[in-house]
């Protein structure tokens, strides 16, 4: 089985990038290029970290009217990415549009519920019911509108799992079981993580503010 793990590389520094992903490289399985990476380095920087030679993820979030995200989505094209992140929030037709904009070989995915998020965070923005209940509606639309999958936190992705027996599942916030939580609030381990249907884990402080990242990196590979 190949390795789980996606590095997201939330580094401002494009040569830090780098080193840090050739460093850890033997114990994960694909990197992450989120928004604070796209925003500094854009497609030179995708094309520099991607000479590193693992699959990319590129973490967009994508969320605007149909039209404005297909749109996006026929610029990265040219990135060849393995994954793409969308808000599930952007509602079905965007979703659908974005599916049909992306590359052939590039696996679109939602944001359910941010892992940053719990349920009193849904009552402040007028969600009804918890985080559980919107992240398990939001995944029903993903999968509605033909997506290969969602982004969920551990804690939901067992009963996404059993409703969407195919989906492509990535599971961020995770958290070795004396990790620091940082602004995560629906964290889990990455074992726990794995062991409920996550096909991607996506680690990031605790392997890049790692005193030593490869050893950190290694000992999260032998928990799995
Ligand atoms: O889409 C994501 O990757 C994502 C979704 C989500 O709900 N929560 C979440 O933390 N992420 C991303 O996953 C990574 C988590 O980083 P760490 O908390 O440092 O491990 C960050 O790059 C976030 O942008």
């Not at 939901?156 to 916030?173: L, M, Q, S, T």
Request: charged letters at 20%; one cysteine or more; proline letters at 4%.
């Amino acid at each position: 089985m190949s390795n789980p793990i996606y590095l997201a590389l939330d580094l401002p520094r494009l040569d830090a990038a780098i080193a840090l992903a050739k460093k850890v490289k033997g114990h994960v399985g694909g990197l992450k290029l989120g928004l604070e990476f796209f925003c500094a380095h854009g497609h030179h920087g995708v094309h520099e970290v991607a000479k590193v030679g693992l699959p990319i993820f590129l973490d967009l979030k994508l969320h605007d009217i149909p039209n404005t995200v297909a749109g996006a989505m026929q610029s990265i094209h040219v990135l060849e990415p393995a994954i793409v992140t969308i808000h599930a929030g952007g509602g079905r037709a965007m979703m659908e549009d974005a599916k049909a904009a992306a590359g052939e070989h590039t696996k679109v995915v939602a944001v359910t519920v941010l892992t940053s998020l719990d349920d009193s965070d849904m009552a402040a923005m007028g969600v009804g019911g918890s985080a559980h209940d919107q992240a398990l509606r939001l995944a029903d639309l993903a999968q509605e509108a033909g997506l290969d999958g969602i982004v969920c936190s551990g804690h939901e992705v067992g009963a996404i799992h059993k409703r969407w027996k195919n989906g492509y599942f990535v599971v961020p916030g995770l958290r070795p079981a004396d990790g620091k939580l940082g602004d995560q609030k629906r964290a889990v381990t990455p074992r726990a993580a794995r062991d409920a249907g996550a096909s991607v884990l996506v680690i990031g402080r605790p392997i890049s503010r790692a005193e030593d990242p490869v050893a950190a990196a290694r000992a999260i590979e032998a928990t799995l």
